[in-house]
Structure formats: C-alpha cells, structure tokens
C-alpha cells in the first residue's frame, strides 16, 4: 500500500500517468512465471534485470503491426473501412493507434508514414496535406503522451517525408520519435540534407543503416521504441537484460568471466525468457483473441526475444582494473579488444539456446543494446556506448562502434551532440554518416547543444519539460520522469559538443 500512495499522492504525475503506473503495480505484485532460485538470486544482484515487465505479462512487450492492412483492408474489429484519402488514412490510423498494446501501454511503432501515406496525396497540394499532417502529428503528440512512440520515412525521397520534416522542424514535439531508413543508393542527397538539418534542430531523424538491416530482416523490418529493429508484423516478446558491470564483479579474472561467469549467467537469463515467452503465447490471452492477431496485422513466426545488455563499458574496464574511464574502453585499443571477445563469446552463447515460439528466426533469440534506465546512474552505460565523458573525436568514436554494432540486430546507436555551425555544413555531417555506415555502424542520432528537445538515451524529451519536474510541475511526456533521472544520475545530457571542423 506504500507503493500505491507514493503514486497517488505524487504531484509531478499526471491522472494517466498514476492510472498506467498503478497498472504496472498491479502487474508486477502476482507471481506467475515458474523461475529457478538462481534467477532470483542473479535478480537480487542486480546481476539481472526484468526491466519492470511484471510477474504476469500479458501482451508483448514490443508489438509492430502491419499497418498496411488497415490500409487496404480496414478492420473489422475497429469497424473501419479501408480509406480512400488522405484524412480517413489518418484518421483510421489514430484509431488504431488508441488499440495497440506495448509494455508501455502506448504503440512502441507507428508504421512507415511515407510508406502508408504517399498513395493518398498523388493529387493533393502541399497546404492541404501539410494541414492534414500538421492535425496527424498534434494529435499523436497531445494522446499518444510517450517518446517511445515511433515512427519511420525512407528510404526513398516522397512528398510525405519531406512535409514530415518540415513540420517536425516547425512544430518542435518530442513525439513522435522518427527514423530515417537510409541507403546511400536509395536516398537522395538532398533528401538526407533535410532529414539532417531537421535531426540537428529536433533531435529526429536519427540514421538507420539500411543496408545492414535488410541483409538481416529483409525489407520487412521497422524501427521501434528507442531504436530497436523488429520484423513488421510482429514484434519482441521480452527484453530482459544483463548489467555486465555487475557481472565482472562476480569473476575473478578475465578467464574466469569468459569461460564461467558470463555463460553462467547467459543461460539463467535465456531460461528467463523462455518462461516469459511461454507465458506469453500459452497462458496469456494476447495470441489466442487480439483482434491485431486475428486479422493479421501480425504474425507470431515474426517474434522473437531480445536478449539485453548495459553497461559493457566498465565491465571491461573492471576486468582490466582500469580506474580512470578516460584511458579505458573506447580509448584503449586492448580495452576494446576485450570488448570485442566479450560480444564474441556472448553472442554465440545466445545462438546456442534454442528458444520457444522464435521459428521464424531459427528459433534464436536477439542481442540488443539496451539504452539503460534513469535507476542505473554511472554503473552501466548504455549497451556498448562509450561513457558519456570519455568520448573520443567523432571519427574515431565512430570506427570505435562499428567494431560493435553488428552484434546487436535487435538495435544499438550513438548520439552526438554538435555546435550550431552545423547546421551550414549538412553536407559535410551526411559525408560523416555515408563513412560510418561504411565502418558498419547502424544507427546514428545526433542534436544540437542548444535545442529544446533533446535525444536522452535513445527516446526524446524536451529540456523545458524536465524543468517543470524541477519545479514540481506536471509534465505531458510519460518519459520526462526518465529522462531527469539520466540527467541527474548518469550525465546523459552531458556529451561531448562536437566541434565543425568544416568551418575551421
């Protein structure tokens, strides 16, 4: 009862807020899922995060329909027939966003707004379908109030993603989060020019590496939440995760960590979603009568599980008894060696579980670089992000992450911050991004120092709204919350500026 006070009496919270945070209470007081002593244990020692997915889950934690049904079929269970313009495709897909279910309650993607839209403004004029828009990503904003919300444009230039831009330059909202799916081949200069000058100004777009994607998912991939890539039409059942900190400080040296510890602990925590996968699909009542099951908006051959991990940064510098970060992971070629082992090793152990309800993806679960949450402070950074702080020069930074990146098809990113010069070299920025995802780099977000909202670890926040919690004020965003712990705990806002070496 403590815990329902703390939240009903809490003044920074909104009604929705309170109602969705005594809902997660809720689920997380019954004890359901059948789990050995050492996961208990592993849990305890914070060794092991369930990322507060609850005891009794009952829907995915990441749900990615297909759209495109809507789109040229309707729903029935919504009652919707398929559009025929512009406004009822809207208008149909805030519908259907009100009924997608994710771990935070909100739809974690919004489809591919180019892809899903473009059909419609064939004979439309730029005003009417900025209006249209403006109304669209206003509402998304105002009654979809999490920056996990996301949303996808590209490859391929259009009159939607360029009208998406612009108002997302103009209407400076935090929601929803936006990818561009880029490919050098595909995607216009001058397109990628404009999703770069709108990214600097916004904080959104961020990059993803087309290429790398496809050659993993097909072309039937999305972007989702922070940055996770899942199959459209299905999702990610779990995302558990390992703090590797902790873990190196259960071995005694590096042997003992490859060879012992980080196997140990890779097997409790695949058990782990096995029993929440199970749960899942055989218990709860998600993939027997959801209607977005039913009718094939998905698919549960196009699930899988994401196995999580932090904090690879000190893990590495723990086993090599590295004190000062500065010298260590990142800056430290053996530093990052061991790195490289450790994701060598830790990527073969999960291809080795066979895991349930994962067929279509050879029954295997998928690494992921989880971004952290506000609780950890400075003891694990973000997947296998450099410690804010420490970070070298952006060109050697980059050759540091694609080092990295491939191992973690489910998502991994960097952020960058950089100076207002910027925004008169585009040009030379997307030159930077065309080489690190040539150095196999797969995602790649950047804003600038001076912008309101501002990108925390992978979600989007505005500085004004993390103010008002300073003041004890409410804030719309279900997110700021968080995003004030990463500020004040881990220095998520405190990167590196990265100076335009172009105007020098």
């Given at each position: ?18 109602l ?21 244990n ?16 009952y ?6 329909p297909?759209?495109s049904?809507?789109?040229?079929k309707g ?10 313009d ?8 805030l ?46 904003d ?33 929601i ?6 880029y ?26 590496n ?15 939440s ?14 558990p ?29 695949c058990?782990f ?26 698919d ?33 070629e053996k ?14 152990l ?9 067929s279509?993806?050879?029954?295997q ?39 990295f990146?491939?191992y ?44 309101d ?8 926040v505005?500085?004004?709204e993390?103010?008002k ?9 279900n ?10 705990t ?13 105007t020098?």
């Amino acid at each position: 009862m403590n815990d329902v006070y703390k939240i009903i009496s809490d003044t920074t919270m909104t009604y929705k807020q309170q109602l969705l945070s005594l809902a997660r209470l809720a689920e997380g007081s019954e004890i359901n899922l059948d789990l050995s002593d050492e996961y208990y244990n592993a849990k305890n020692d914070s060794v092991i995060c369930d990322l507060n997915e609850g005891n009794a889950p009952y829907r995915p934690r990441y749900i990615i329909p297909d759209y495109s049904v809507l789109m040229n079929k309707g729903c029935d269970f919504l009652q919707l027939d398929a559009p025929t313009d512009l406004w009822e495709a809207c208008n149909s897909l805030l519908i259907m966003y009100s009924h997608v279910p994710s771990i935070t309650s909100f739809p974690v993607y919004l489809g591919g707004f180019d892809d899903l839209l473009e059909p419609f403004v064939t004979d439309l004029s730029d005003a009417e379908i900025e209006k249209c828009l403006r109304l669209f990503l206003l509402n998304i904003d105002r009654t979809l109030t999490d920056s996990f919300v996301h949303a996808n444009i590209g490859p391929k230039d259009s009159r939607v993603g360029r009208i998406v831009l612009k108002l997302s330059e103009q209407m400076q909202l935090a929601i929803p989060n936006i990818t561009l799916k880029y490919d050098e081949e595909l995607t216009s200069d001058e397109f990628a020019n404009l999703a770069i000058t709108c990214m600097l100004k916004t904080a959104k777009p961020s990059f993803a590496n087309h290429k790398m994607f496809v050659s993993e998912w097909s072309e039937n991939y999305s972007i989702a939440s922070c940055y996770n890539g899942l199959k459209i039409g299905g999702g990610g059942y779990t995302l558990p995760r390992l703090r590797m900190y902790e873990l190196s400080q259960k071995a005694i040296d590096i042997n003992d960590f490859m060879n012992n510890v980080l196997p140990k602990y890779t097997k409790i925590m695949c058990e782990f979603m096995d029993a929440r996968v199970k749960f899942i699909v055989e218990e709860s009542a998600f993939f027997k009568s959801n209607f977005l099951v039913t009718e094939k908006f998905l698919d549960i051959n196009n699930f899988t599980g994401m196995f999580g991990m932090v904090g690879l940064n000190e893990c590495v510098n723990n086993l090599l008894n590295i004190k000062d970060h500065s010298l260590g992971y990142g800056n430290n070629e053996k530093a990052d060696e061991i790195g490289v082992e450790i994701m060598e090793k830790l990527s073969q152990l999960v291809a080795d579980h066979k895991a349930p309800y994962c067929s279509g993806f050879n029954d295997q679960y998928r690494l992921h670089a989880q971004v952290g949450i506000d609780s950890d402070g400075r003891e694990d950074s973000p997947g296998a992000r450099i410690r804010v702080g420490n970070e070298p020069e952006i060109f050697e930074h980059i050759v540091h992450s694609g080092k990295f990146h491939k191992y973690f098809p489910t998502g991994i990113g960097d952020i960058f911050k950089f100076e207002e010069t910027w925004l008169n070299t585009p040009n030379a920025l997307l030159d930077i991004i065309k080489g690190a995802f040539k150095m196999n780099m797969r995602y790649f977000s950047g804003y600038l120092d001076s912008n309101d909202v501002v990108r925390v670890t992978g979600y989007l926040v505005k500085k004004s709204e993390l103010y008002k919690l300073d003041s004890n004020k409410q804030s719309l965003n279900n997110v700021s919350i968080f995003g004030k712990g990463a500020r004040d705990t881990g220095c998520a806002l405190d990167r590196k500026v990265e100076k335009n070496v172009s105007t020098n």
